[in-house]
């Protein structure tokens, strides 16, 4: 069996000394640990990866995982919505799936003489969006209203969505036959992006022996409910974030706005979900307050995605993450006292 992953993702020691932990946050750690082992069961060898679709999840937002087929996107997806006992639905995107498809329809009813409103399968706390850049732009937007107000308007009546909500989706490299690029303003609907990659031999081998007799998915048992997951994003959302680091994270967001080699930086909408995604990491590590380790453990995942490189850093092969990851390099690191301030 795989190791269970250690949630920490910390970059270096920030502070001095032990530093106690909240008791809602010593059962967020507890939890998460339990759901990372649930969905390690099905994704053998990428603990980063799970790490990264628990602290979204935490963060109250919205996964998108990108890769080639095969390499375990919509294992990903699924071991995660069956670790927690709540609704799921699954949409499998395709080039003639319609926005009604996904956010529901009114249909006429002739004994009440009105129209009723038939919910599609976005009404639920989890949503599978299965291949998502395999749709056309315009049903690809039909999840805009949903990710960022958690609602859904058809007809002119607005419907609120349940709680906690969260869309996973997967999407093929863009340049594979039959697929169409995510609108810049989908992307940024993502808190975070991740590429699952190929396993190493070692764990490929693991996944043979273990997953050639049964399908894990199948054995699969959830480790939280929907209520409890709503109580660890309330403790979560009180983790506290000092003046420095928010400073730190704006100034990060900012500096991707300045470089030559983006024809677009992050938005401020990034910025916000930067410093909820620190406060996720920190909860997982176990800690009650933000240090820069955290921000700098996320700041690829929830950043990358969301530039646009000039055609000429496309030409010289660079990436958005290498330049997220030089920014992280040359800003200063907050040094305050950043643990006791609760100001």
Do not use: W
């Not at 992953?5 to 001095?16: H, I, K, N, S, Y």
């Not at 039909?142 to 969260?166: H, I, K, N, R």
């Not at 921000?295 to 530039?307: F, K, N, S, T």
Request: proline content about 6%.
């Amino acid at each position: 069996m795989t190791p269970k992953t250690q949630l920490t993702g910390a970059v270096g020691p920030t502070t001095d000394g032990p530093v106690a932990a909240a008791p809602g946050i010593d059962h967020v750690h507890g939890t998460i640990q339990r759901i990372a082992a649930n969905v390690e069961q099905v994704l053998v060898g990428k603990p980063e990866v799970v790490r990264i679709a628990l602290v979204t999840m935490l963060a109250e937002g919205h996964l998108l995982v990108e890769d080639v087929p095969g390499v375990g996107k919509t294992s990903l997806a699924k071991a995660l919505a069956r670790s927690i006992d709540c609704t799921v639905s699954r949409i499998q995107f395709t080039p003639d799936l319609l926005p009604s498809d996904i956010t529901g329809v009114s249909i006429y009813n002739r004994q009440t003489e009105s129209f009723e409103f038939r919910p599609g399968p976005v009404f639920a706390n989890i949503v599978v969006g299965d291949e998502i850049n395999r749709a056309s732009p315009k049903t690809q937007s039909a999840l805009l209203e949903c990710m960022e107000e958690q609602q859904v308007t058809v007809d002119g009546d607005t419907y609120a969505l349940g709680s906690p909500f969260m869309v996973i989706a997967t999407q093929n490299p863009v340049e594979m036959e039959g697929t169409y690029a995510l609108p810049e303003a989908q992307r940024d609907r993502f808190t975070a992006r991740v590429s699952i990659g190929y396993p190493d031999a070692k764990a490929e081998l693991a996944m043979v022996d273990e997953h050639s007799g049964h399908d894990p998915l199948s054995q699969l048992r959830p480790a939280a409910d929907a209520a409890e997951v709503q109580e660890l994003l309330r403790v979560v959302s009180q983790v506290h974030t000092s003046t420095d680091i928010r400073r730190y994270a704006i100034e990060l967001v900012t500096a991707t706005r300045n470089l030559a080699e983006l024809r677009l930086g992050a938005s401020p909408r990034s910025t916000l979900q930067l410093v909820r995604a620190a406060r996720a990491q920190a909860a997982l590590a176990g800690r009650d307050f933000v240090i820069p380790d955290d921000l700098q453990a996320v700041a690829g995942p929830v950043l990358a995605h969301r530039l646009v490189l000039t055609s000429e850093a496309r030409a010289a092969r660079r990436s958005a993450t290498d330049l997220v990851r030089q920014l992280l390099e040359r800003i200063p690191v907050p040094r305050g006292d950043i643990h006791d301030e609760r100001g």
